[in-house]
């Protein structure tokens, strides 16, 4: 459990830096405008429920306190916002798209 937290801790600081230095710019170029910015909720998501999972198992938190309730429901919190963000986001420019070949087909 600890090596998969670990490099879950990792990739997502890894894709949150990409997102921002190209990832970002490359989507938003290729159309992709909503989805672009939405985009690294994920990544968050995933950083603080790896976070969270390293603080529980070295024993930062302590099992059944108020903070270990909290954290067990956060990150699922989190990954709802960033499914359904990533949804909107997603749908909104791909009714863009279809907008804007329709028009130039005209």
Not at 10 to 29: D, K, P, Q, T
Not at 72 to 85: C, E, F, G, Q, S
Request: aromatic letters at 12%; proline letters at 2%.
């Amino acid at each position: 459990m600890l090596p998969g937290l670990v490099v879950g801790l990792v990739a997502s600081r890894l894709m949150i830096v990409y997102w921002f230095y190209r990832l970002r710019s490359v989507l938003a170029e290729k159309g992709w405008r909503y989805t672009s910015h939405l985009w690294v909720l994920v990544w968050i998501a995933v950083f603080f429920g790896s976070a969270s999972g390293l603080l529980r198992m070295s024993t930062v938190i302590q099992e059944g306190s108020t903070i270990d309730n909290m954290l067990l429901y956060t990150p699922a919190i989190l990954y709802w916002i960033a499914l359904v963000a990533l949804s909107t986001g997603m749908i909104l420019d791909a009714v863009k798209r279809r907008a804007n070949i329709q028009h130039n087909r005209l």
